[in-house]
């Protein structure tokens, strides 16, 4: 059984727009989540993470918002650029657990 | 820059023969993993190590295997391999704190014919 899901497999946004990437999961033991970006033929790379104890996080551009209550966060891209343009997954683990949980991300496509 | 390093990057091979995917990382990290990834999927952990001489077997039945003689390196092992092998393998390292992140090889591409 999944737990973390994207339900959006992709998303497509003008440059120079907001682009909301969401995640949802279903283990309330989870208490830290990251967000990773990855292009064709390469290994993910981190972009930002939040833990539990906090309900925003933000690095630059990027945005990651957690409602622990809704079991959901999201990732916004503030402005979008046509180099964001790849595949966006969430990941969560939890500080009992041995490993990060995936979801099966989503592709952004931002449009010059 | 993280520092971990897969090898082969592609491979196309045919059924049957015997592989190992290299990992190498310079980070001094104590836990390993290998993911499988296929398109539009998520990543599938399938093995995990937490040091010298530690192997464990993920969420995802696998049945290649790992070993982790050194710290740096923790290769995979495919017996004989089969179509339904064909996926792409993420290998990555972490520090061990379940706040620290995920570095991440950049991926073998196997192809089994």
């Known amino acids: 059984d999944q737990q973390v899901k994207q339900n959006s497999p992709s998303l497509s946004v003008q440059e120079g727009r907001i682009s909301i990437l969401n995640c949802d999961y279903t283990n309330s033991m989870f208490d830290y989540f990251l967000w990773y970006k990855k292009y064709p033929a390469e290994g993910p790379t981190f972009l930002i993470s939040?833990?539990?104890?906090?309900d925003k996080n933000e690095d630059g551009r990027f945005t990651v918002f957690l409602n622990k209550s809704a079991k959901h966060l999201s990732l916004h891209i503030v402005p979008s650029q046509p180099g964001d343009s790849a595949v966006y997954f969430c990941?969560?683990?939890?500080?009992?657990?041995?490993?990060?949980?995936f979801g099966t991300g989503t592709s952004l496509t931002v449009i010059p | 820059e993280a520092d971990i390093y897969q090898t082969p990057r592609y491979l196309v091979i045919g059924t049957g023969k015997k592989i190992t995917l290299e990992c190498s990382q310079t980070m001094g990290h104590d836990k390993m993993y290998w993911y499988q990834q296929d398109p539009g999927m998520e990543l599938h952990l399938i093995h995990y190590?937490?040091?010298?001489?530690?192997?464990e077997k993920g969420d995802l039945s696998s049945e290649s295997t790992v070993s982790r003689i050194r710290t740096e390196h923790f290769p995979l092992t495919l017996e004989s391999a089969r179509p339904s092998h064909t996926s792409q393998y993420l290998c990555a390292s972490s520090t061990g704190y379940w706040t620290g992140e995920l570095f991440f090889g950049e991926g073998s591409r196997l192809t089994v014919l």
């Open positions: 939040i833990s539990s104890i906090k």
């Open positions: 990941a969560a683990s939890a500080n009992t657990g041995n490993q990060f949980y």
């Open positions: 190590s937490y040091g010298v001489n530690s192997t």
